[in-house]
């Protein structure tokens, strides 16, 4: 820790010299609007007359109430069963069914299985719009070649399908993160401990709920909140499969917030949802911060 | 290893077989409509397209004005790379190996910035940029990309310069070297996978970055690829190829990166960053 001392001849503020370029801009860019939209979300406004009229809690006190703010946040977390349940019950079974063995090429599927993690949200609507589409979209396409015409739907398109669909493509995308976060756990556990539940007569199933699962805390707290803010923070992928139709049966705060400013003018409200949803994303965040450091701790 | 041993991998290969496919299947039923004719497409999503031609990439790049999306994301995510990542490296010497009055305030309210969505600044930023009439400027797209990517960069590098070998800062301070000389001959060797990760990161939320840009740009020709793709999807939604083709061009440069640095990514987001 040494280093951390000023040298012979050093001035005390020689450290901002290397930090204030980066700061400035991430404070004039940054910091200083996420603290423009806390104060815009105190007054009503409509982004462009000069008259903002200072109103105090009304825009949070109109979210209670507002049936579009519900709705989202009714969607975001139904989102978090298909972005974060889904991909973690999927990643658990198959992280204790391929168990400890070593493959060899899995680097391969790995590198496979991550893929969707890479892609930008916007290719994967497209992508997904196609597989969706109700007349040429392969899954429609694929159930009438099975004969199963019945079983076609308007995947997006109808008020009670577009929610789960839009859903599973974030289990799309999330759930080969989980796996592999589970799989390098995994790989962790001490042999022994399996070997003496063995001996003890533990079967498999008590074994993973027992060894298994106790020993992925650390991986089982990253895949959670990676997996929940990434539902909370949907915004690209309903914007290009159904801009939160049909109706507003998958409106997300994030496209309540970009509609409301941008399309209504209504800055005052989407401050206030900006903010709302910023705060719930704050709170996952720091979880995993505490979880990353105590782990880090022990090692 | 020996013939029994395989026979016994050969469920885990089935296993993880079958959820790659249901990964890849839908890539590759993308690439193969990028080459078909409107009329293929209703043949069903594998079958071969019978003349693989590349006319459908040239439609996109030129009448689609993919040509102006891929230069403008190349520039922005070139510029946004080299800066957040040099910036990032200060700031992260800084606060690893510096004594830095006020490190306390500073540090966190930098590391804000790592956890907040871009809706909580997209509001005043867009009001702000439109006085300063930097709105339809590259300005708009690399500045707030840069800011938030040193936040996360912050965190990264100084966490590697924190565990860096003090044995080695100790002698070449003793031969004379300054801070300056410090970092840059000696530690920026060392922080090679540490950069890499960085660079790789940041190349990618950059790359794929939707709303900033979606909010920022007017102007056609000011498009970065994802707000192109968007766009071009609401006129020709029903022209598969052409969308195919469209979102390769989108996903072609990070595939490659991803190809040549796939260590680097998977470490980097295994490691719990939470962007993207």
């Known amino acids: 820790m040494q280093v951390q001392h000023r040298w012979p001849g050093e001035s005390r503020f020689h450290g901002w010299l290397y930090i204030l370029p980066g700061l400035i801009i991430y404070l004039v860019f940054i910091f200083y609007p996420i603290l423009e939209t806390i104060r815009t979300s105190f007054y009503q406004w409509d982004g462009f007359s000069s008259n903002r009229s200072f109103i105090g809690l009304e825009n949070y006190v109109s979210l209670l109430n507002d049936s579009q703010f519900l709705q989202a946040l009714l969607n975001n977390l139904t989102f978090i069963i298909f972005y974060s349940i889904i991909p973690i019950i999927i990643g658990l079974a198959l992280a204790s069914l391929l168990g400890r063995k070593r493959l060899p090429g899995m680097a391969f599927f790995r590198a496979g299985l991550f893929l969707p993690q890479i892609l930008s949200m916007v290719v994967v609507g497209v992508t997904w719009r196609w597989i969706f589409n109700p007349v040429f979209g392969p899954l429609n396409m694929g159930l009438r070649a099975l004969g199963l015409e019945t079983l076609t739907q308007s995947w997006l398109g109808d008020?009670?399908?577009?929610?789960?669909?839009?859903?599973?493509?974030?289990?799309?995308?999330?759930?080969?993160?989980?796996?592999?976060?589970?799989?390098?756990?995994?790989?962790?556990?001490?042999?022994?401990?399996?070997?003496?539940?063995?001996?003890?007569?533990?079967?498999?199933?008590?074994?993973?709920?027992?060894?298994?699962?106790?020993?992925?805390?650390?991986?089982?707290?990253?895949?959670?909140v990676t997996t929940i803010i990434?539902?909370?923070?949907?915004?690209?992928?309903?914007?290009?499969?159904?801009?939160?139709?049909?109706?507003?049966?998958?409106?997300?705060?994030?496209?309540?917030?970009?509609?409301?400013?941008?399309?209504?003018?209504?800055?005052?409200?989407?401050?206030?949802?900006?903010?709302?949803?910023?705060?719930?994303?704050?709170?996952?965040?720091l979880f995993i911060l505490r979880l990353q450091s105590r782990t880090e701790g022990e090692q | 290893m020996s013939r029994k041993a395989w026979t016994r991998l050969i469920p885990n290969y089935l296993i993880l077989s079958l959820f790659l496919l249901i990964i890849i299947l839908p890539i590759i039923g993308l690439v193969l409509s990028a080459f078909k004719t409107d009329t293929e497409i209703i043949k069903g999503p594998f079958a071969l397209p019978e003349q693989w031609t590349l006319d459908t990439f040239e439609n996109a790049w030129t009448t689609g004005r993919f040509n102006y999306f891929f230069?403008?994301?190349?520039?922005?995510?070139?510029?946004?790379?080299?800066?957040?990542?040099?910036?990032?490296?200060?700031?992260?010497?800084?606060?690893?190996?510096?004594?830095?009055?006020?490190?306390?305030?500073?540090?966190?309210?930098?590391?804000?910035?790592?956890?907040?969505?871009f809706?909580?600044?997209?509001?005043?930023?867009?009001?702000?940029?439109?006085?300063?009439?930097?709105?339809?400027?590259?300005?708009?797209?690399?500045?707030?990309?840069?800011?938030?990517?040193?936040?996360?960069?912050?965190?990264?590098?100084?966490?590697?310069?924190?565990?860096?070998?003090?044995?080695?800062?100790?002698?070449?301070?003793?031969?004379?070297?300054?801070?300056?000389?410090?970092?840059?001959?000696?530690?920026?060797?060392?922080?090679?996978?540490?950069?890499?990760?960085?660079?790789?990161?940041?190349?990618?939320?950059?790359?794929?970055?939707f709303l900033l840009a979606l909010v920022m740009v007017q102007k056609e020709t000011m498009r970065t690829l994802p707000v192109g793709l968007a766009f071009f999807q609401g006129r020709y939604s029903a022209n598969i190829p052409l969308m195919a083709a469209g979102s390769l061009i989108v996903a072609g440069p990070i595939l490659l990166v991803y190809i040549l640095f796939q260590r680097y990514f998977i470490r980097g987001m295994l490691g719990g960053s939470i962007k993207g």
């Open chain 2, 119 to 209: 809706e909580a600044v997209i509001i005043p930023l867009y009001h702000f940029m439109d006085t300063l009439h930097l709105t339809d400027t590259y300005w708009a797209l690399i500045l707030p990309q840069v800011g938030l990517s040193v936040s996360f960069g912050t965190l990264w590098m100084s966490s590697f310069f924190r565990n860096a070998p003090k044995e080695l800062v100790d002698a070449a301070a003793i031969d004379g070297c300054n801070r300056w000389q410090v970092l840059w001959r000696i530690l920026w060797p060392l922080s090679r996978p540490a950069v890499l990760t960085l660079v790789v990161l940041v190349f990618m939320w950059t790359w794929n970055e």
């Open chain 2, 71 to 117: 230069r403008n994301s190349v520039l922005v995510t070139v510029v946004v790379v080299i800066v957040s990542v040099f910036l990032s490296t200060l700031t992260g010497y800084a606060f690893g190996l510096l004594p830095v009055p006020g490190r306390k305030v500073l540090f966190p309210l930098l590391l804000l910035g790592y956890m907040v969505p």
């Open chain 1, 159 to 224: 008020f009670n399908l577009a929610l789960p669909s839009v859903g599973s493509i974030g289990t799309w995308v999330q759930y080969g993160f989980c796996m592999i976060l589970f799989l390098a756990g995994m790989q962790r556990i001490p042999e022994d401990q399996y070997e003496a539940a063995e001996l003890d007569g533990a079967n498999g199933f008590n074994q993973f709920l027992y060894i298994t699962i106790p020993n992925l805390r650390a991986e089982l707290g990253v895949a959670l």
């Open chain 1, 230 to 285: 990434a539902a909370m923070r949907v915004f690209d992928l309903v914007y290009v499969t159904t801009r939160g139709g049909p109706g507003d049966s998958t409106l997300v705060t994030g496209f309540l917030v970009y509609r409301s400013a941008f399309q209504q003018n209504r800055i005052g409200f989407a401050a206030a949802v900006a903010t709302v949803m910023t705060v719930i994303i704050f709170v996952i965040s």
